[in-house]
């Protein structure tokens, strides 16, 4: 029962170091991503301060204690090109069949290179949680990227008895591996809000990331 709050979360899809890169793009800067660069490579993390916790799976998870609720970052490698990995994370019309506790899902906004949705977690224990996020993408050369941040303003007001999450961030970098595969590193900043019991908090997120990219893994060969 204790592996549901982060996994449903990661599903979504942190901002960094100042001095390491941009943040996450605004509202006003959707449209546009080919002004933001693509976030830096695994090799960059030891830099920005985030720590190991250890590899399962091929999943390598980091730490960084820097801001209030959790921030990690993860690095696996995808049998499939960048372009393929990152069709599926952006399928979210589709992200329910493989999130149990994805309760609403909803698209609320399409562009070329950007998308605003809105989600709704059906969690235990806790009251519910939702948001809006805006989700943008580009390239850089053969390096594809994705990022999103919360954008609670262009979604739903809120609603009683859910807690709304104004700390949701993050983003991804595709690397090409060994021309038919992909490296991926992702990173997220998230406060989830409200009262959460001390055993949902960073201990457990761990085992939530690798849960995540190994589900993710085996949704890649719908989107050849």
């Known amino acids: 029962m204790r592996r ?25 800067q959707a449209g546009a991503p080919s002004q933001v660069r693509a976030p830096a490579p695994a090799s960059a993390l030891a830099s920005e301060g985030f720590t190991l916790l250890g590899e399962e799976k091929g999943v390598r998870v980091h730490r960084r204690e820097k801001r209030s609720g959790v921030e990690f970052a993860a690095e696996a490698s995808f049998p499939a090109p ?38 709704r977690l059906d969690l235990p ?3 519910d949680r939702d948001y809006t996020i805006q989700v943008t993408w580009g390239a850089e ?3 594809l990227w994705m990022r999103f941040a919360a954008a609670n303003e262009r979604g739903p007001k809120p609603v009683a008895d859910v807690v709304r999450v104004n700390t949701h961030e993050g983003a991804w970098r595709f690397d090409p ?13 998230l406060d989830v809000g409200g009262n959460v019991p001390s055993w949902l908090g960073k201990g457990q997120a761990k085992d939530d990331i690798i849960d995540f990219f190994v589900r993710l893994n085996k949704e890649l060969p719908k989107y050849r």
């Open 4 to 28: 549901w709050t982060f996994l449903a979360i990661l599903v979504a899809l942190a901002p960094l170091d100042a001095s390491a890169e941009p943040p996450p793009p605004s509202p006003a």
């Open 125 to 127: 224990v806790i009251d």
């Open 141 to 143: 050369g053969p390096i």
């Open 82 to 119: 960048p372009e393929q990995v990152r069709r599926a994370l952006l399928d979210y019309a589709n992200h329910q069949k493989w999130q149990e506790r994805l309760k609403e899902n909803k698209v609320l906004a399409r562009n070329a290179d950007s998308l605003v949705i809105y989600q």
């Open 177 to 189: 591996e060994g021309g038919k595969g992909t490296r991926a590193v992702y990173r997220f900043h």
